[in-house]
């Protein structure tokens, strides 16, 4: 697992991103995060927090975490024995089953795109990540730079991953969902969630980063969520 710092501020606040499968830093240069330190993991072909993560937690005095696609189950099971230490976990179009005809994406279909993967394939998976035209002609410009043997690994092992560790719930305190999704299916997403955390849904694809700015927009946005939300009397 592979760990980058996006933004180093000198903050005591501390937002751990979880990147989804066969991404890099790349997509995200575009956010701003003056007011928080921003580091992000990928490549999950191992599933350990290294002491530059457990460091950095214990290190802030404030820690968010904002997980995408099946780095939303990453996040939850290496982060949920530090449970206590989370401030705010954002998950963004991925549930815990990530592989579940009724809460993820069907086995058949993430079977398929590992056997199906080359380069081509890859391209239009990552097509299917965007909506539009203009929106892939953004990401064109800042597509991860990834050896497709590398991307195939790790996917791979995630499918593994899936199978042996099943992570509990109570971990997210908020969802984003993008009704626009063409990667993981929104009513099974909806499904998942419905009885687990509150949820936000934006007309966004898989690929919703460039609705925002800056980091600090998503965690606004998951604060939104528990405003909106009747409070039990």
Not at 8 to 22: A, E, M, R, T, V
Not at 111 to 119: A, K, M, Q, V
Request: glycine share 4%; aromatic share 10%.
């Amino acid at each position: 697992m592979n760990t980058i710092w996006l933004h180093q501020n000198n903050s005591n606040k501390l937002i751990l991103f979880f990147n989804g499968w066969g991404c890099d830093e790349r997509p995200f240069q575009h956010m701003l995060a003056s007011e928080y330190n921003v580091l992000m993991l990928n490549d999950y072909k191992e599933l350990v927090l290294s002491d530059e993560v457990l460091e950095a937690i214990h290190h802030h005095d404030e820690v968010h975490v904002v997980a995408w696609s099946f780095g939303v189950w990453v996040a939850q099971c290496l982060l949920m024995p530090l449970k206590q230490m989370i401030s705010s976990a954002t998950a963004i179009n991925g549930t815990l089953e990530p592989v579940s005809v009724k809460h993820g994406i069907p086995e058949p279909i993430a079977l398929g795109t590992l056997s199906g993967l080359t380069d081509a394939n890859l391209l239009k998976f990552q097509r299917r990540m965007l909506r539009s035209k203009e929106a892939w002609q953004r990401f064109e410009q800042v597509k991860p730079k990834r050896e497709l043997e590398e991307v195939k690994n790790e996917l791979f092992l995630l499918l593994q991953h899936f199978k042996v560790q099943k992570p509990g719930e109570g971990f997210y305190s908020g969802a984003i969902i993008g009704s626009d999704d063409l990667i993981m299916p929104v009513e099974n997403q909806k499904a998942y969630w419905d009885s687990c955390a509150p949820v936000i849904e934006l007309k966004q694809p898989h690929f919703c980063f460039f609705e925002f700015n800056s980091w600090t927009d998503i965690l606004e946005l998951n604060a939104s969520i528990h405003e909106s939300t009747p409070k039990e009397s």
